[in-house]
């Protein structure tokens, strides 16, 4: 993991783009399967330039990053997070395994475990389905696990931008 800065050394840093960008990028990759809502892509970019992540793959959604609500959703963002629009999940989970990179699923399954329980660090790609299906049957079977916030209370789901906080603050916690 970076080593961590302290809000002035940001600032100093952000006043110039350039040296901004050259910072490393954690080896996080954050795989947006379907996914629908703008205001959930564009707070999960907002997550992803936080935790520096190297990577969003926008994936299966009809996506324009010219889209006026994307605009607004992402607040330019963009320009500093790694995003690219696949069509097909799949297709990215396999390419991401065969560079190495372990696959996790963030999903409430029969077979997943509560997320404290595995050892979530980089690098590692995080998948996180769309708002109403959850992460795609496919995905599923090619992931090394599946996790899953534990949830108590009468609802059966957690928002994916906030899940996506919880699991991204967690690798960066153990990377």
Partial sequence: ?????????????????????SIPRNQIYIVLDNVKFLHNIGTIIRLADAVLAAKVY????????KNRSFRNAVKGLD???????????VEVI?????EKIKIVSAEIAHSSIAYGKLNLQSPIAIVFG?????????VLKLSDH?????????TNSINVATTASVFLYEILKNS
């Fill in 130 to 138: 769309n708002e109403k299906d959850g992460v795609c049957e496919e």
């Fill in 58 to 65: 926008i994936c299966g959604t009809v996506f324009n990053k």
């Fill in 1 to 21: 993991m970076n080593e961590m800065l302290n809000k002035d050394e940001l600032r100093e840093i952000k006043k110039n783009r350039v040296d901004f960008l």
């Fill in 79 to 89: 320009k500093w997070v790694d995003c690219e629009y696949c069509p097909d999940s």
């Fill in 94 to 98: 396999k390419k991401l395994k065969a």
């Fill in 146 to 154: 599946i996790a899953h916030l534990p949830v108590l209370g009468m």
